[in-house]
Structure formats: C-alpha cells, structure tokens
C-alpha cells in the first residue's frame, strides 16, 4: 500500500537552513505536499508540487523532487524561531483512492540560537 | 485562519458514549475531508464528502460515520467510545473534492475519552 516516511526529528541553528525529507512509494502519486503544524494548531498548507515538476521556490521555502527516487524534500532558507513546528510530507493522486491524502508522521523541527 | 471552522476545540467523554464533532468548510467548498490525529496512528483519513455525499473513505471504524448537510456543512459521530479514540480531529475543505485538490484544514476538535 502506499506510505510516507520522514525523519522523526531535525535541529538547527537559526539562521542556517533546514532540509526536511520525505519518501513515498506510491509512483502513481499527483501530488506532493508540506503543511506545518504549530503547537496547539492545526495543519497549513505550505506548498505542494505537482509530480511532473522538478523543483518549486516560493520565498524562504524550496520543494525538490525526485520522481525516480520517489523522494522529496523542503528547504527552509534562513530558518526562524517562528519556524519551529511538525513538518508533515502529504502525497495524493494515487490510483488508490482518488482524493486521499497520505501523511508522513511529521518531522519536529527545533530551533536552535 | 483557514476559513474551516470546527466546533466544539475540545471535549471529554466516558467510555461508552457517543459525542459528535461539527465542521463547516469555507465559504464556495462542496467537499469536506474528516481526519484523526493521534499518537500512536498519526495523522489518517476518516472519510470525504461532496455535496452531501460520500465520495472516499479511509481508515474509519464502523463505530463512526459521518454525513453532509444540504448547506453543507458535516458531522462526525463518534460512538461506543474507547480509550483509543482519544485524539485530534480534523475536518478539512476543497472546492471540488478532485484529485490533488489543496485541502483547507480547521484547527480541529480534542476529543479525551476517559
């Protein structure tokens, strides 16, 4: 069946960048997402990527995508206190199920000063 | 604010009981998403809805169903409760309910079975 696996866990330096990776193993997948999700909050959509892309930039945040590696990532330049949340890798578009989305089990980025 | 609005934020219960969660999606969306966060399972889809009828289901108990009004906001019955059901409910919207459709999330009811 289809499954989405990350890191539990990713610290860094304010300032520096954060890399949060993603692999999938539906090759059928559409779609690829990040959403954050803040203490206390619920999920928000940060960016997605259609599966025939390659690359997405928007601002300090920066998709790539390996389709024959069935591995994403996020790029989070100049990485922020306010940056500090679960990062949860989606996918959806799967011959499965036509609308369902699968989440990772999030990666918990820390900021350290 | 995603526009998606879930009432109620939270909500304890025994064992045993039935309680339902409500969810009104943003304003011009005809489908609705219902999803369970947990410790142990992670985030999982429940259930979708579009225009009043189910259009995908996931990971959802027979304990629990779901439906969508006529203006179209959804419920989320969850009954005979055990411990395990304790969790984060999310409720989400899409305008159309397609494949790949970005999907609006509400800030989710905290349901504590005790």
């Known amino acids: 069946g289809e499954d989405v696996e990350q890191s539990l866990f990713l610290s860094v330096r304010e300032g520096d960048s954060s890399v949060i990776n993603c692999t999938y193993t539906?090759?059928?997948?559409?779609?690829l997402y990040w959403y954050k999700q803040e203490p206390g909050a619920g999920l928000q959509l940060l960016t997605y990527?259609?599966?025939?892309?390659d690359m997405k930039q928007d601002q300090r945040l920066t998709v790539l995508l390996n389709k024959k590696d069935k591995h994403l990532s996020l790029r989070i330049a100049d990485t922020q206190t306010g940056d500090s949340a679960i990062y949860f890798c989606?996918?959806?578009?799967?011959?499965?199920?036509?609308?369902?989305?699968?989440f990772g089990s999030g990666t918990r980025l820390s900021i350290r000063p | 604010d995603s526009g998606v609005t879930q009432t109620p934020k939270h909500l304890i219960t025994a064992t045993g009981q039935r309680v339902t969660l409500r969810c009104s999606p943003r304003?011009?969306?005809?489908?609705v998403y219902w999803y369970q966060q947990s410790l142990d399972q992670g985030l999982q889809f429940l259930i979708q809805?579009?225009?009043?009828?189910?259009?995908a289901k996931g990971n959802i108990l027979e304990r629990f169903s779901a439906q969508q009004f006529p203006d179209l906001h959804s419920e989320l019955n969850l009954s005979s409760l055990e411990l395990g059901d304790s969790a984060l409910y999310f409720c989400?919207?899409?305008?159309?309910?397609?494949?790949?459709?970005?999907?609006?999330f509400g800030p989710g009811t905290r349901l504590l079975v005790l």
């Open positions: 989400a919207s899409s305008i159309r309910g397609g494949n790949g459709e970005t999907q609006y």
């Open positions: 539906d090759s059928s997948s559409t779609y």
């Open positions: 990527i259609f599966s025939n892309m």
């Open positions: 989606a996918e959806s578009g799967g011959y499965s199920s036509a609308s369902k989305i699968i």
């Open positions: 304003s011009g969306d005809l489908s």
């Open positions: 809805y579009y225009n009043g009828e189910e259009r």
